[in-house]
């Protein structure tokens, strides 16, 4: 078993659509988990992250956290065709001053007009 | 987030031939970055932890003589995939570490003929 699974889709959605994305984890041992988007022939730019579990809001894009199930979830409201791109979950540990994280494979989204 | 240029952006080589690639953190100095791989449809693979003064530490099953990394300053770092071969196409990555967020390069696709 993989330490992080992403379903890596492709998942296609009509615009304005809610879009929920999940990643499961197996080591309890995460405390930050973070979700990047990765448009085609580009690096990973961060988009949300958050410290243990609960919920995090910002703008069209929530972030939850469930560590009792080691889930953690990306709702995009309102979703938009520029939204179409690959969105990978990442987590690390809290140790010392250096938390590289762990991805999960990507889940490839597709926002159709 | 801290600002990093990564190049060349992509690059095609003949296979024996050496590939080197620049990351550079423009707007931080960065005495630690990371090396990703990521191969088509797959997750963000650390490679290698690139020390600003001292020998790069390597994630298990990568060649240390085969993906060369030197971090001579506190703005850059270099990987250089040495006698390269087709197995060795891929999407290379940089990010530098920045309070609990990485930021990545624009990565580099190697392709190797």
């Known amino acids: 078993q993989k330490e992080v699974e992403q379903d890596p889709g492709p998942l296609s959605v009509p615009e304005g659509a809610i879009v929920s994305l999940n990643c499961t984890y197996s080591n309890s041992a995460f405390q930050y988990f973070m979700w990047y988007r990765q448009y085609s022939r580009k690096g990973p730019e961060l988009l949300m992250y958050?410290?243990?579990?609960g919920n995090k809001e910002d703008g069209r894009f929530t972030a939850q956290v469930d560590k009792s199930s080691k889930y953690i979830s990306l709702f995009i409201r309102d979703s938009q065709p520029s939204d179409s791109a690959t969105y990978l979950c990442?987590?690390?540990?809290?140790?010392?001053?250096?938390?590289?994280?762990?991805f999960g494979r990507g889940t490839s989204l597709i926002v159709h007009p | 987030g801290a600002v990093v240029s990564q190049h060349p952006s992509w690059v095609i080589c003949k296979s024996g031939t050496s590939v080197k690639i620049e990351c550079r953190s423009l707007d931080f100095q960065a005495t630690t970055m990371f090396w990703y791989r990521q191969f088509p449809k797959q997750s963000l693979m650390l490679m290698a932890t690139s020390n600003e003064g001292s020998k790069a530490t390597y994630e298990q099953g990568v060649e240390k003589d085969k993906f060369l990394i030197n971090h001579a300053s506190l703005t850059l770092s270099t990987l250089t995939v040495t006698s390269a071969h087709p197995e060795d196409s891929s999407f290379y990555i940089c990010?530098?570490?920045?309070?609990?967020?990485?930021?990545f390069g624009s990565g580099t696709r190697l392709t190797v003929v």
């Open positions: 958050t410290y243990s579990s």
């Open positions: 990442a987590m690390s540990l809290a140790s010392g001053g250096s938390y590289i994280p762990t």
């Open positions: 990010s530098v570490q920045r309070g609990y967020g990485y930021t």
